[in-house]
């Protein structure tokens, strides 16, 4: 055997073992490409064989020839177990596990304030309410002037009201809808008017922006009795026939005579707790029979017509049906706090 032929021999052998410890189809192509490739050691050695004599010519050629057969049968069963591998690999990372609980797409929930909002109406449309709105920016003499809150009036103290020019607040609470449903319906009508209202105050139970629920009935005779039936039974309705309710001498300008409503509180069933700050009540809104000065400033004739009206805030509500002690909670939209409340 001459050199040429032993060291193709040992390039083979050298050749073979490295595909067999190929661990990849690209390393093993490598391997190929260094051995039998067109600048590989096959092609460089068969340059050699000028150096050969013409009988150990053509049988070098035939060694080469061999080798390769060999090279690539060997090439062959290692490609493709190592395909196979890479296959059941890939299979093994891709795979489905069709037995995992799928993804959870999580559903919405109504927000507190909404849900006590929608049942105030509910049950108030049983009654005969109808629902109106109004704007969240008023004119000085809705929000006051015509609900008989001079401009002296403590109301409308600087520290209390969002001021936008001196003709306009943010109204600080929604009983200027009365006046917008006084001047624009016939009486006799009962109506509702839920809403956002705004007074300069932030702390855990006071909030810059709040929801109010205003209720006016206007007829030819109203009576304080049948505004403390109207209040019972909205509160019973919300809080459960358990519940009692009280009414004490108040005053505000647009009401005369003026009451505030308390509930029995229904966290402790009036033994005293936290909420109702251990007096067994818990206090609600304010009411009374609308002020003649109220019918004078819209043009009704208060000879003529009589009514009613109560107004009370709705995270207040809230706060009691849930017991909730922090009013912010109700603004910070923590997922985790608002997710409390889906049905
Ligand atoms: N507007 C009052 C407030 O924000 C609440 C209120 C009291 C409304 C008496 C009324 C009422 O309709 O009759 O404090």
């Known amino acids: ?33 260094a051995f ?29 020839n061999q080798c390769k057969t060999a090279f690539e049968t060997t090439y062959q069963t290692r490609e493709g177990q190592l395909q196979e591998q890479e296959l059941f690999e890939k299979v093994a990372r ?34 005969g309410y109808t629902v109106r709105t109004g704007p969240q920016i008023e004119k000085d003499w ?3 002037e015509a609900l008989n809150i001079p401009p002296d009036h403590p109301a ?9 020019d ?14 917008h449903a ?21 702390d855990v139970s006071h909030s810059p922006n709040f929801h109010q629920v205003e209720g006016l009935l206007v007829d030819h005779k109203v009576s304080m009795a049948e505004l403390k039936g109207t209040i019972s039974f909205l509160l019973s309705e919300l809080f459960g026939s358990a519940i009692k309710v009280r009414f004490r001498p108040s005053f505000f300008p647009f009401t005369e005579p003026s009451a505030e409503f308390d509930c029995s509180c229904p966290i402790c069933a009036s033994k ?34 009589q009514g009613f009206a109560f107004g009370f805030g709705i995270e207040r509500m809230a706060i009691i049906k849930y017991g909730i002690d922090d009013i912010r909670l109700f603004f910070e939209n923590d997922l985790r706090f608002l997710g409390q409340f889906s049905v």
């Open 166 to 179: 001196a003709n306009h607040v943010l109204r600080t609470h929604t009983s200027p809808v009365q006046i």
């Open 182 to 202: 006084l001047l624009s319906e016939k009486p006799p009508f009962r109506t509702i008017a839920p809403g956002s209202v705004f007074r300069c105050d932030s």
């Open 94 to 127: 891709d795979s489905v596990d069709v037995s995992l609980p799928g993804l959870k797409i999580p559903a919405g929930a109504k927000h507190p304030i909404y849900i006590i909002l929608h049942e105030v109406v509910a049950v108030l449309s049983k009654l």
């Open 36 to 64: 039998a490739g067109k600048q590989g050691f096959l092609t460089e050695i068969m340059k050699e064989m000028v150096k050969l004599s013409k009988e150990q010519k053509p049988l070098f050629g035939k060694e080469v």
């Open 1 to 33: 055997m001459n050199s040429l032929t032993s060291a193709l021999h040992e390039k083979l052998a050298q050749a073979l073992a490295q595909v067999h410890e190929a661990k990849s189809v690209q390393a093993l192509y490598e391997v190929k490409v």
């Open 272 to 305: 005293g707790c936290r909420l109702c700050k251990f007096s067994g009540w818990i206090e609600i809104g304010g009411s009374g029979l609308v002020n003649p000065r109220v019918f004078e400033a819209v043009k009704l004739d208060p000879a003529q017509w």
């Open 142 to 144: 809705y929000n006051f």
């Open 156 to 164: 409308r103290d600087m520290q209390d009201t969002f001021y936008i």
